[in-house]
């Protein structure tokens, strides 16, 4: 009997050791034939492949330029009260000129602020009309030519301006013997004359009469004849702002 068991035995254990050897005969055929798969996959040429170079790739396009900012504006104030030096440009008389005739003057000097920048520089134009232009009825009378500044045109660019003509270099001109002081001078030899003639009933009382009434009606000419008040060319004036003048200097 126990003979028999270990017969069974043995023979059991043969044939799990047949079918573990056979099971791992199959293991490694399989792994065999998976490597050579892999090792005989085909494998790309590249003597046999056409290589077409990939497309350059598009310019990025360029920046847009960036603007420079524009720089910052800087201005300079004259105060109210500030001298503006200035010469006349042409000759200005009561003779010839009219109310609301314009006229321009030449800054002559710079005018600076309270920090010493330069607000109007030397040669920038100054713009005016006349106001008054009545001349002296006589040497011993005044005439008076009156002008108003409207603006300044400081390099290129014109401020208009509230200012006055504080002083001027202007001169007194007499215009000489005019048609009207001949004719006071003739009416005075004329009333001479009739007045010698009545005097004196003679010619002689005449002719006196008439070199007396003349020289009278020199005399009155003279006394009565116009002076104009003449600004010339290049005369000095001083204008004066009353309010602040502010300008940009770019």
Same mark, same amino acid.
């Given at each position: 009997?126990?003979?028999?068991?270990?017969?069974?035995?043995? *023979?059991?254990?043969?044939?799990?050791?047949?079918?573990?050897?056979?099971?791992?005969?199959?293991?490694?055929?399989?792994?065999?034939?998976?490597?050579?798969?892999?090792?005989?996959?085909?494998?790309?040429?590249?003597?046999?492949?056409?290589?077409?170079?990939?497309?350059?790739?598009?310019?990025?396009?360029?920046?847009?330029?960036?603007?420079?900012?524009?720089?910052?504006?800087?201005?300079?104030?004259?105060?109210?009260?500030?001298?503006?030096?200035?010469?006349?440009?042409?000759?200005?008389?009561?003779?010839?000129?009219?109310?609301?005739?314009?006229?321009?003057?030449? *800054?002559?000097?710079?005018?600076?602020?309270?920090?010493?920048?330069?607000?109007?520089?030397?040669?920038?134009?100054?713009?005016?009309?006349?106001?008054?232009?009545?001349?002296?009825?006589?040497?011993?009378?005044?005439?008076?030519?009156?002008?108003?500044?409207?603006?300044?045109?400081?390099?290129?660019?014109?401020?208009?301006?509230?200012?006055?003509?504080?002083?001027?270099?202007?001169?007194?001109?007499?215009?000489?013997?005019?048609?009207?002081?001949?004719?006071?001078?003739?009416?005075?030899?004329?009333?001479?004359?009739?007045?010698?003639?009545?005097?004196?009933?003679?010619?002689?009382?005449?002719?006196?009469?008439?070199?007396?009434?003349?020289?009278?009606?020199?005399?009155?000419?003279?006394?009565?004849?116009?002076?104009?008040?003449?600004?010339?060319?290049?005369?000095?004036? *001083?204008?004066?702002?009353?309010?602040?003048?502010?300008?940009?200097?770019?």
């Amino acid at each position: 009997m126990r003979r028999n068991q270990w017969l069974r035995l043995g *023979v059991a254990l043969c044939v799990g050791a047949l079918l573990g050897c056979a099971k791992g005969e199959q293991a490694n055929q399989s792994a065999d034939s998976t490597a050579r798969n892999l090792t005989l996959a085909p494998t790309e040429s590249s003597a046999a492949m056409k290589d077409v170079p990939a497309p350059a790739p598009a310019p990025a396009p360029a920046p847009a330029p960036k603007k420079a900012p524009p720089p910052a504006r800087t201005t300079y104030t004259a105060e109210a009260g500030t001298s503006v030096p200035a010469a006349a440009d042409e000759s200005i008389s009561t003779r010839t000129a009219k109310p609301g005739a314009p006229f321009t003057a030449a *800054v002559s000097g710079d005018v600076r602020d309270r920090s010493g920048h330069i607000v109007i520089p030397m040669g920038s134009t100054v713009s005016g009309t006349v106001v008054h232009a009545d001349p002296a009825p006589n040497p011993r009378a005044t005439g008076r030519l009156e002008l108003a500044v409207t603006s300044v045109t400081v390099r290129g660019r014109t401020y208009p301006i509230d200012a006055t003509v504080e002083s001027k270099d202007s001169v007194m001109q007499g215009r000489g013997v005019t048609a009207a002081d001949v004719a006071k001078v003739g009416g005075g030899a004329a009333i001479g004359a009739i007045a010698g003639k009545l005097l004196g009933k003679n010619t002689k009382g005449a002719v006196i009469g008439g070199v007396v009434g003349g020289a009278a009606g020199a005399v009155a000419a003279n006394r009565s004849r116009d002076i104009d008040v003449v600004l010339p060319k290049g005369a000095g004036m *001083v204008i004066r702002l009353t309010q602040p003048l502010t300008v940009a200097i770019r």
